[in-house]
């Protein structure tokens, strides 16, 4: 008797194929994934003399990532490797803020792309990239003039978690949903510069990417860090994405995460 070595799908990753087993393209729904590629190789024909089966290769990246995170499967560095692989994202994320107040109403906007991937060692999902001020401008009252500068931000990604559900009625997995989790921080503020006629010169400090964002967003204390939830699945070149509008105390504020799957090559 000899054991079967691994599975082998002939291709590279690709997220849809994985997504659709996530999410019941198999019938049954497998519990974990050695079960779902025993499934898939009884489907195909397992050889009569294989007596086990030793996964190496994983055809659905995103259970692979459920089970790996709750302890139910162990994989060596070939096919966590072929799983970073596969869990490699674009994050685009844009923003714009409006403040108002003491006869000024000051504009920032921000855009940054982050590539997300999956770390074989605490199996996350993360990265950081620069977020760049695209526009900084404000409206000031009593004949004054504005000066500005451009400031910079950071975006860290900590996690992208995949929620997952279960059909009542047939067991089926399905995605539900996404949780993003992440801080926007501010390396190089804005700088705002009053002329006024028959005054000096006068200067002022803006973080429009931070200190605008604390009040309308979910915040996990422990970690000190923001969460996106709510997502739209989509599923295709661009896999899902959320949007948002808030307005408080003169602030008002939109927001939008576009997430991207580009797997390595």
Known sequence: MQSCAYLDVAQRPNFNTFAQGAVGGLAGAAQSVVELLAG????????KECADLQVTYHT????????????AVKLDGKALDDLRKCLTFELKHEYRV?????????????????TLQFDPVDFRIKGQAPAMNTNISAIVSGGCAIRTTPGEGLLKVHNLEFIFGKRVQTDE?????LKLHYTPEQPTPEMLTFICPMAPPTSASVEGFTTSYIFPHELIEEALAFVARGWEIVGGEIYARTEWRNQLNGVSEWGRFTLYHRPEE
């Not at 898939?40 to 050889?47: A, D, N, R, Y």
């Not at 659905?60 to 302890?71: E, K, R, V």
């Not at 997995?173 to 949903?177: H, S, T």
């Open 173 to 177: 997995v399905y995605l539900a949903d």
């Open 40 to 47: 898939m190789m009884q489907k195909l024909g397992k050889p």
């Open 98 to 114: 409006e403040r108002g107040g003491q006869g000024a109403l000051i504009i920032s906007e921000y855009e940054s792309s982050v």
């Open 60 to 71: 659905n990246c995103i259970a692979a990532l459920a089970d790996l995170q709750s302890g």
